[in-house]
């Protein structure tokens, strides 16, 4: 079993940058995918970045690719997303999640743990 905690959202105004951190209890992350998704009010729940096993092993949303950058510490079981130059469409609340197989999917339904989301507004 994975607990997962999210942090580090809150207010920012457009061009501004927040990093958001997910600390793991339970297991090491290092054999999980591990991503971040968003879901804004009325709408789903997208895919924004995960990585894998290896520092290399990245993957983002057209929409973020060049201003987020996803990263794990394996000393602190920790994964992080640097956001930089944030929209205001980028207002949302963020999940962590854990995926047990490494393979990269980018539908909820592929991902096994959850944390309950921090809150990203970006002002215009």
């Known amino acids: 079993q994975v607990q997962l905690a999210e942090s580090g959202g809150g207010l920012v105004q457009a061009g501004g940058s927040l990093r958001l951190s997910c600390v793991a209890s339970?297991?090491?992350?290092?054999?999980?995918?591990m991503a971040w998704f968003r879901q804004a009010p009325g709408k789903e729940r997208e895919f924004v970045a995960a990585?894998?096993?290896?520092?290399?092993?990245?993957y983002y949303a057209d929409s973020v690719k060049g201003r987020f950058t996803i990263s794990r510490d394996g000393a602190k079981n920790t994964v992080y997303l640097q956001m930089d130059s944030l929209k205001p469409e980028g207002t949302a609340v963020y999940y962590c999640?854990?995926?047990?197989?490494?393979?990269?999917?980018?539908?909820?339904?592929?991902?096994?743990?959850w944390g309950q989301g921090t809150q990203v507004t970006v002002s215009t």
């Open positions: 999640a854990a995926r047990s197989r490494v393979s990269l999917v980018r539908s909820t339904s592929g991902f096994d743990y």
């Open positions: 339970g297991r090491t992350l290092s054999s999980y995918l």
């Open positions: 990585t894998g096993r290896t520092a290399d092993s990245t």
